[in-house]
Structure formats: structure tokens, C-alpha cells
């Protein structure tokens, strides 16, 4: 029997299991009922409670928990090893051994699948590239539920390349505020197609994450948000040059000058990721929203033509 079939069995013992705890425990004080009868028993009978005994109060208490938590960490293994079959790679490592009892401690608590497959990434990573996922990054994705994992899913399938010509690369999610948006629109106001080319940023907008996810994510170190009508985080005394990519599609910009401040400078929008988000999603590798580019673009063509307007 290869792995994969001992995988499979042991899901398969792992459900049965589960149905049979979930019977036998449907009434959630069962399990203390259980123990208690049992500790009156051992008491009747010899009187004292050795360390075995112990043992089996404790196996009474948390067996559901204990199937439950097995159960998920074991479909976060398959799932791991379809990722890496499927990648293909002709060297794979083998993670840390403290490293490992953390993921297991923290991914075997999560039951949602969407979830589960998040876990699986992050653990298929470090399988292909020893030491890219740290203790921390897994301490701090273990406090997302699936709503703000979710929140940050979309975020990273927002995130678009920069490299600029000093050689440079950003990876940075696209996120725009509502009066930036509107400045977006109103430039297409009269043309006969505006109904039509104002469609990826509508649709955006109903993508992009809300005000309090933001702010959450925020407060996990995922993300930073830049300060109102602060755009920028890159910044040089010389002119730039730079490529934004999304997927394959790429359109070249130049940087902006202020005059006032004396540096050039790219907009890339109102937040940006940490250290612990970039990893993650580099870890997560979500594919681009479908508006993405058009809304990248319009966004670069605004900024630069409004500032030479203001300017």
C-alpha cells in the first residue's frame, strides 16, 4: 500500500470515527457524563486514580475533539500533496520538525475547506522552498476566519507588478478609494462607449474589500495602509521608468516630478503589503481579478494626467 492509499485509509477510518463520536457525543455534557461515571467506577473499585486512568478521562473528554482535529489535519495533507504532484517539482523538503508541530497545532483547528486549501498552500511552500513560511506568518494567518481570509484572498488577486528601470520589483495590491474612482469615471463622461468602459470600475468596486476588513488586516500586519490622498511608495531624486504587469499584459509609465518636494515618484494606490503579507501571497499565488489590468491602467493614465493638470 503506497502513501497516498494509507492517506486515503486513514480519512476514510477518520470520517467513521467522526460520525460515531458525533452520536455518541450529539449532547455536548456526554463526554463529562462519561468521564464522571467512569471516575465513580474506577473509585468503587480500587479507590484511588492512577496515571492510566487519568489517560482515559482524558481520551473520554476531548475524543471528539481529537478525531475532529486529526480529521483536518489529514485532508490539509492531501490537499498539500496534490499541489506538489501536481507542481511537478523534482526536489521537495522536508519542513522543520518545530516548524511542523506549529502547522499541525494551528491548521488541524480549521474545519471550513476554502480555508483548508489556504493551509495547504502555505504548507506545499515551505515543502518547495525551505524557510519561506516562518512561525509568525502562520501565528498570524491562524486568526483569520474565513471572512477576513477571504478579505485578504482579494487583495491578492488585486496585487499587480512593478519593476521600475533601477531595478526595483513591487508586488502591491490595488486598492483605491471612492473619490479616486469617481475621478476615474467622470474622465470618460461623454463618450459614446462610456457605458461600456466604465464597467471594470463599477464591478471593482463592489469587489474590493470593505472599510473594516481593510482595517482588520491591517491590525494583523498583512497590510499597510497608505494615508489619505498618499499614493506612493516609491520614490527617487532621478526620473523613472517602470513596467506595471499583470499576468502577461504590461504597459510602461513614467514616473511624476513634484516640484515642490524635488523627487519623482509612482502611485500605486492607498495600501500595500508587510513583509508577512507579501510572503503570504507570493505563498498563495491567487490568480488576478478579471478587471484588474483596465482598472491598472486607467488608474496610472488618471493619476499622471492629473497631476500635470494640478500641477
Known amino acids: 500500500m503506497n502513501d497516498k492509499d ?16 458525533n452520536d455518541l457525543f450529539s449532547n455536548i455534557s456526554r463526554p463529562k457524563k462519561m468521564a464522571e461515571e467512569f471516575l465513580y467506577s474506577t473509585l468503587q473499585t480500587k479507590s484511588y486514580i492512577d496515571e492510566e486512568d487519568f489517560k482515559k478521562l482524558a481520551l473520554m473528554l476531548n475524543v471528539r475533539k481529537i478525531c475532529k482535529r486529526t480529521k483536518n489535519y489529514y485532508s490539509i495533507l492531501e490537499k498539500s500533496d496534490s499541489i506538489i504532484e501536481k507542481s511537478k517539482v523534482s526536489q521537495e523538503y522536508t519542513p522543520d520538525v518545530d516548524w511542523l508541530e506549529t502547522f499541525e497545532d494551528l491548521s488541524s483547528k480549521v474545519s471550513d475547506d476554502k480555508l483548508q486549501d489556504i493551509w495547504a498552500k502555505l504548507l506545499s511552500k515551505e515543502r ?8 509568525v506568518m502562520l501565528n498570524t494567518f491562524s486568526l483569520l476566519d474565513k471572512y477576513s481570509a477571504s478579505a485578504f484572498m482579494k487583495l491578492c488577486s488585486l496585487t499587480f507588478k512593478l519593476e521600475i528601470n533601477d531595478g526595483r520589483v513591487y508586488y502591491t495590491p490595488l486598492l483605491l478609494y471612492d473619490d479616486i474612482l469617481h475621478g476615474i469615471i467622470s474622465k470618460y463622461e461623454g463618450r459614446k462607449d462610456y457605458q461600456r468602459i466604465i464597467v471594470p470600475f463599477e464591478e471593482y468596486n463592489i469587489f474590493i474589500p470593505k472599510q473594516d476588513e481593510i482595517e482588520y488586516l491591517s491590525d494583523l500586519n498583512l497590510i499597510k495602509p497608505m494615508a489619505v490622498h498618499d499614493e506612493s511608495e516609491v520614490y527617487s531624486f532621478s526620473p523613472m521608468k517602470c513596467v506595471f504587469s499583470v499576468n502577461d499584459a504590461s504597459f510602461a509609465a513614467k514616473s511624476i516630478y ?13 495600501t500595500r503589503f508587510t513583509q508577512t503579507g507579501r510572503a503570504l501571497y507570493h505563498a498563495l499565488s491567487i490568480k488576478p481579478y478579471k478587471y484588474l489590468y483596465d482598472v491598472l491602467e486607467g488608474y496610472v493614465s488618471y493619476v499622471a494626467g492629473n497631476w500635470s493638470e494640478t500641477s
Open 6 to 21: 494509507k492517506l486515503d485509509k486513514a480519512l476514510e477510518i477518520g470520517d467513521k470515527v467522526i460520525e460515531y463520536a
Open 258 to 270: 513634484d516640484s515642490k518636494e524635488n523627487y519623482y515618484f509612482i502611485s500605486t494606490g492607498q
Open 128 to 135: 518547495l522552498d525551505a524557510g519561506s513560511i516562518t512561525k
